[in-house]
């Protein structure tokens, strides 16, 4: 019974783009290690981009910087 977990920043991914990456993370298994589908399950985690560290920096930190902020 594989379990993947994803941990994405909360920046917006859309509900279409978590199927994809469920769908794919499941055929992924199922091509590589033949594990039946019905069997796998995939979570995924949005994390606040103050929860989410770099190189010694929050991701908020990050993308203020690239804003120029």
Known sequence: MPYV??????EGV??????ML????TT????????PRHTTFVVIDEVA????GVGGESV???RAKERGE
């Open 49 to 52: 981009t103050d929860n989410w």
């Open 60 to 62: 908020t930190a990050l």
């Open 5 to 10: 977990n994803i941990k994405v920043t909360d």
């Open 28 to 35: 992924l298994l199922e091509r590589v290690l033949n594990k």
């Open 22 to 25: 469920i769908e794919g993370a």
């Open 14 to 19: 859309s509900a279409a783009q978590k199927r």
